[in-house]
């Protein structure tokens, strides 16, 4: 038998010496063991939805159809297979008036993923699809084929496509709030803070967004220094883009108010959030740091379930509207 690659074995012995010592529940050092073990995997096999950072050990799709939703499946914004949006609908009857819509961006490192995954949808659609709100969940270009820019171009797109069709699914299109978890995070904090790239699509203004989780919320100290393998194919070497692709590089006196979402068992991302909100302040932007003690893929799977996080990020989104508010009592 072929012995395992050395780097393979020093995961499976690190794991191991872990587990023993008691850290099974999901302790830091545990949480990195796994983002580091999908991280690598999503090197080996980027076409895989299932490995990816976010969903460290893969996950089941969402159910193409329940019998308490419509969805409305593959709609393009543009011509590329991967352009395309689901919609989520709620009953007919749920509330009355025009609906706001959360427009979700699943995460996967800028390489993987996808807007069906139960993790990105399930939670989030049941809790808020029956208070009267429409949930759209996107797929974008991925790497190698499109860098980070080409992909929140492709969000500002399929932004401007889905405002643009709104009314006809029953919502308002000036009530939409960005959400995205890790690399979709990144993406909807950069269309956030940048003047021109929404715009330039065609999309309308929005009410805000929601980061869950992001650690690139400031691209250039991440590149100046030692970092995960994972941002180079994303980020390349070159200091322009870097700057280009930072949410806080381009944030301006305009941007929409912003929760940002970070999990506690991860520095870095706190870290970038509280940068960015200090940033943001400056600029007199309001931008909140939620802090959670969630591992990074729970950061996007709980939210939605009953309890004190989703009361968190309801209470943000209630501020942004009456209309979001009267829907989220």
Same mark, same amino acid.
């Given at each position: 038998m072929k012995p395992p690659?050395?780097s393979?074995?020093a995961?499976?012995l690190i794991?191991?010496?872990?587990?023993?010592?008691? !850290?099974?529940?999901?302790?830091?050092?545990?949480?990195?063991?796994k983002?580091?073990?999908?991280?690598r995997?999503?090197e080996?096999n980027?076409?895989?939805?299932?490995?990816?950072?976010d969903?460290?050990?893969g996950?089941?799709r969402?159910?193409?159809v @329940?019998t308490?939703r419509?969805?409305?499946?593959?709609?393009?914004?543009?011509?590329d297979?991967?352009q395309r949006?689901?919609?989520? +609908?709620?009953?007919?009857g @749920?509330s009355?008036g025009? *609906?706001?819509v #959360?427009?979700m961006v699943h995460?996967?490192?800028?390489?993987t993923g /996808? $807007?069906?995954m139960a993790r =990105?949808?399930?939670?989030?659609? %049941?809790?808020?699809?029956?208070r009267g709100? &429409?949930? =759209?969940s =996107?797929?974008?270009?991925? +790497?190698?084929?499109?860098d980070?820019l080409d992909q929140?171009h492709?969000i500002?797109?399929?932004l401007? =496509?889905a405002q643009a069709?709104a !009314?006809?699914?029953?919502?308002?299109p000036q009530?939409f709030?960005?959400m995205g978890?890790?690399?979709?995070a990144?993406?909807? %904090?950069l269309l956030?803070?940048?003047? @021109?790239?929404g715009?330039?699509?065609g999309? $309308?203004?929005?009410l805000?967004t929601? %980061?869950? /989780?992001s650690?690139?919320l400031?691209?250039?100290p #991440?590149?100046?220094r030692?970092?995960?393998?994972l941002?180079?194919p994303a980020?390349g #070497?070159?200091?322009?883009?870097?700057? *280009? &692709?930072?949410p806080?590089q381009? +944030?301006h006196?305009?941007t929409?108010p912003?929760?940002?979402v970070c999990?506690?068992?991860?520095?870095?991302?706190c /870290?970038q959030a509280?940068?960015f909100a !200090?940033q943001?302040s400056?600029?007199q &932007?309001?931008a909140?740091? +939620?802090?959670? /003690?969630l591992?990074?893929?729970? #950061?996007n799977?709980q939210?939605g379930?009953?309890?004190?996080? @989703?009361? !968190?990020v309801?209470a943000f989104?209630?501020?942004l509207?009456p209309?979001l *508010?009267?829907?989220?009592?």
């Amino acid at each position: 038998m072929k012995p395992p690659a050395a780097s393979t074995f020093a995961i499976v012995l690190i794991t191991a010496l872990v587990l023993g010592s008691g !850290a099974a529940s999901g302790g830091p050092l545990l949480e990195r063991i796994k983002e580091r073990h999908a991280a690598r995997q999503a090197e080996r096999n980027p076409g895989s939805p299932e490995q990816q950072l976010d969903t460290p050990y893969g996950e089941e799709r969402s159910p193409s159809v @329940t019998t308490h939703r419509k969805v409305l499946r593959d709609l393009p914004y543009g011509s590329d297979p991967k352009q395309r949006m689901d919609v989520y +609908l709620p009953a007919p009857g @749920t509330s009355t008036g025009p *609906a706001p819509v #959360i427009f979700m961006v699943h995460g996967g490192a800028w390489r993987t993923g /996808d $807007k069906r995954m139960a993790r =990105v949808v399930d939670n989030k659609t %049941a809790r808020w699809l029956p208070r009267g709100l &429409v949930f =759209v969940s =996107v797929n974008n270009r991925l +790497l190698p084929e499109a860098d980070p820019l080409d992909q929140v171009h492709d969000i500002a797109r399929a932004l401007a =496509v889905a405002q643009a069709q709104a !009314a006809s699914w029953g919502a308002d299109p000036q009530q939409f709030v960005l959400m995205g978890h890790s690399a979709g995070a990144h993406l909807v %904090a950069l269309l956030a803070a940048s003047a @021109t790239l929404g715009s330039e699509a065609g999309a $309308k203004p929005w009410l805000g967004t929601v %980061a869950l /989780d992001s650690a690139a919320l400031d691209v250039l100290p #991440i590149m100046q220094r030692k970092h995960y393998k994972l941002y180079d194919p994303a980020f390349g #070497i070159d200091p322009t883009f870097w700057r *280009a &692709v930072s949410p806080l590089q381009q +944030l301006h006196s305009g941007t929409k108010p912003l929760l940002a979402v970070c999990s506690s068992r991860r520095t870095e991302s706190c /870290d970038q959030a509280r940068a960015f909100a !200090a940033q943001a302040s400056q600029l007199q &932007v309001r931008a909140q740091v +939620l802090p959670q /003690d969630l591992s990074h893929g729970d #950061i996007n799977e709980q939210l939605g379930l009953p309890g004190d996080y @989703t009361a !968190a990020v309801e209470a943000f989104l209630s501020s942004l509207s009456p209309t979001l *508010a009267s829907r989220l009592r």
